[in-house]
């Protein structure tokens, strides 16, 4: 589920036009005084979704039974368009820009939505809430991301992913290691363990942790207590020089710089690859990544049966350290021609019987699902468990500058090099943060 964000210039100048041109580009089937609300006149028409290829691979036959339901109920056909996130966020402000072609439903990375949410790209569909299913225990982080800063509905929560500590148990038992750790102490004590039993392997990860990796250690930094960045009287400032933000900061140094060979460079993306090469013991990563260490083709199947997950540990026993809840959410563009069926399209597609068949393979939206997402094995029950406790970064449509202009990235980077201490690196982002979330649009 990787996020590719579209340079914030662009966005702002399509999402700006997308706005001021919504009311005129309605068609007759939705108008504006209907707008954000379900729709099921749909004879003789058929409405478009942008779904991400995640869905095509993980769980086709979820798509299909909701379009089967939505057609039966609406009379409306689907024409599902499959996208990658690769460049995508370019491909949705291009398409916003025009007058044709526009999708009737989007999804998007709950870490893309606040900029489209802010501009007004996306249908109100506060009115329509109650008509979603679960919505009243929609996860946290998803649900935050579909809203706008005065607390009105503009996306739906599609599904979520949390990571876990994916991990050799052939490693650690031949290490001495008996059960799995219960606190950030025990984690360090058991991965010293590890890394001595391997030191004749010079390229041996106790815990690859690449050194760009901004989910992982903001993780550790909510996990202490810190946060990212906090807003009062109307204007935001960086918190990663607070004394809590150390000391996440310092126990994700720990595993970057002393446990870690080779990646203090690098970002996360090929550290499944890196693990199937059996030189790691450990990394954190979201629950399908077991997978793809030990894919046949792009990874090693050999390792199936050693690998296992536990949710990261916290400072205090049964305490774990939050994850950041990644996943997708799903938007009626207001310049939708069918944004009525599109609404009534992402209420089959996120209701109970949607979602109770997607928690066979990816975290369902809401809370009161996740003991059958848990119930298909113990990686979901580590992921599920993760997903109770996590974190989101600030709700402001400027976070995606942070984001794409590699603030964390660099920081982390210059911690995990030595270039630069935890102050030190700390004490610059906070400035760019605050300069980058407090700019006028």
Request: aromatic residues 8%; hydrophobic residues 35%.
């Amino acid at each position: 589920m990787k996020r590719k964000l579209a340079g914030a210039v662009v966005l702002a100048a399509t999402v700006a036009m997308t706005a001021a041109a919504c009311s005129s580009s309605k068609s007759s089937s939705d108008t504006k005084s209907d707008a954000g609300k379900l729709s099921t006149d749909g004879k003789g028409k058929t409405i478009t979704v942008w779904l991400q290829s995640d869905a095509q691979k993980g769980w086709p036959e979820v798509v299909t039974q909701a379009n089967q339901r939505f057609e039966a109920a609406t009379g409306a056909k689907v024409n599902v368009q499959w996208q990658q996130w690769s460049n995508y966020t370019t491909k949705l402000d291009s398409t916003f820009a025009g007058s044709s072609g526009i999708p009737d439903v989007v999804e998007l990375g709950n870490t893309q939505t606040s900029s489209y949410i802010a501009a007004g790209a996306f249908t109100d569909l506060t009115s329509s809430k109650s008509q979603f299913e679960n919505s009243s225990t929609w996860l946290q982080g998803l649900a935050e991301s579909g809203t706008s800063a005065d607390g009105k509905l503009s996306a739906v929560p599609y599904y979520a992913g949390s990571r876990v500590v994916i991990y050799r148990k052939d490693l650690w038992t031949k290490a001495g290691i008996t059960a799995v750790p219960t606190t950030i102490t025990e984690l360090n004590a058991d991965l010293d363990k590890v890394k001595a039993a391997n030191a004749s392997d010079p390229n041996f990860s106790a815990f690859y942790m690449p050194g760009k990796y901004w989910y992982a250690a903001m993780s550790f930094v909510y996990g202490a207590g810190g946060v990212i960045a906090d807003q009062s009287g109307g204007k935001w400032a960086g918190q990663l020089e607070s004394d809590k933000a150390q000391t996440g900061l310092a126990e994700w140094q720990t595993l970057a710089t002393k446990y870690s060979v080779g990646g203090a460079t690098k970002d996360e993306s090929d550290q499944d690859a890196i693990m199937a090469q059996g030189h790691v013991s450990a990394i954190v990563g979201n629950g399908w990544e077991l997978g793809s260490v030990t894919d046949p083709k792009t990874g090693n199947p050999k390792l199936a049966a050693d690998l296992s997950t536990f949710p990261m540990p916290g400072t205090a026993e049964g305490n774990y350290t939050p994850s950041f809840l990644g996943g997708s959410d799903l938007a009626v563009p207001a310049k939708a021609t069918n944004g009525g069926l599109g609404a009534t399209w992402v209420k089959y597609f996120t209701d109970t019987t949607s979602q109770t068949a997607l928690a066979k393979y990816a975290i369902p939206n809401t809370t009161s699902l996740l003991n059958v997402y848990e119930a298909q094995g113990q990686a979901n029950q580590s992921t599920g468990e993760a997903a109770k406790n996590t974190w989101f970064v600030p709700n402001t449509p400027n976070w995606a500058n942070v984001e794409s202009g590699n603030v964390l990235q660099n920081m982390l980077e210059s911690i995990a090099t030595g270039h630069s201490t935890p102050a030190d690196a700390a004490k610059s982002a906070d400035t760019q943060i605050a300069t980058t979330l407090n700019a006028s649009s």
